[in-house]
């Protein structure tokens, strides 16, 4: 257990409203993920973050945005939800097996959100 | 750019029949490579790892995984499959030199275990 949570775990919302989904670790993790999971593409990362207010885009980020305030937050914003965003959302942090910062870092991945878009 | 390809979209097996998911990727440097499974319901769980070193990886719940690096692949094996093993199994990457840690996800393979 990686000590992650995701807020909430499930969602339903209407096209065009703003929607924002939280994920929390306990254990000081410098890195951060967001990943989505669709059918016959698997997990894609969307953002992630290596710090405090540091973040990067990932291969799917459009209609996404993400802040980290704290190091313990990574938060994920869909500013103008759209049925294409109706998916089962993942947070992942990047454990340490060889002292942080290594290559040896695996990721471990929370309970997920599942969000659908009407 | 990166890609990784799970030929197996699903796999029907019985009970104590031999397992072998593959996946290969396109990265011609240093990888690391995973396999994640993910039993119905639940978030993903780390199954096995390979960074470097013995290219057979063993992991839990008797699942093994072989790197072969002139074939570009990392295939999943379990020589006795049980009705638990019901589940999603998804192989990973990240280049060894990428700083992100970001991983490139297959696309799946549905295990179905048959009592």
């Known amino acids: 257990d990686a000590g992650i949570t995701q807020s909430p775990r499930h969602k339903v919302t209407e096209t065009g409203t703003p929607v924002t989904l939280r994920c929390h670790q306990t254990e000081n993790h410098r890195y951060m993920y967001w990943y989505r999971q669709d059918p016959g593409h698997g997990l894609r990362l969307i953002h992630y973050s290596y710090g405090v207010k540091d973040t990067d885009k990932g291969e799917v980020s459009d209609g996404y945005s993400v802040s980290r305030s704290k190091t313990e937050d990574f938060l994920l914003t869909l500013e103008s939800a759209t049925s294409s965003q109706t998916s089962v959302y993942f947070c992942a942090i990047r454990g340490s097996s060889g002292g942080a910062g290594t290559s040896t870092d695996t990721q471990y991945f929370g309970p997920g959100t599942r969000l659908t878009v009407l | 750019a990166q890609s990784v390809s799970q030929h197996n979209h699903h796999v029907i097996l019985s009970e104590a029949a031999s397992l072998e998911l593959g996946c290969n990727y396109s990265?011609?440097?240093?990888?690391?490579l995973f396999w994640y499974v993910q039993y119905p319901g639940q978030h993903l769980q780390l199954l096995l790892k390979?960074?470097?070193?013995?290219?057979l990886v063993k992991g839990i719940k008797g699942f093994e995984a072989e790197f072969i690096k002139s074939k570009f692949s990392f295939n999943l094996r379990k020589p006795s499959v049980q009705w638990s093993d019901t589940a999603e199994y998804f192989c990973?990457?990240?280049?060894?030199?990428?700083?992100?840690?970001?991983?490139?996800f297959g696309q799946g393979t549905e295990l179905s275990v048959k009592p």
């Open positions: 990973a990457v990240n280049a060894g030199n990428n700083q992100g840690g970001k991983l490139i």
């Open positions: 390979y960074f470097s070193g013995d290219p």
């Open positions: 990265y011609g440097g240093t990888v690391n």
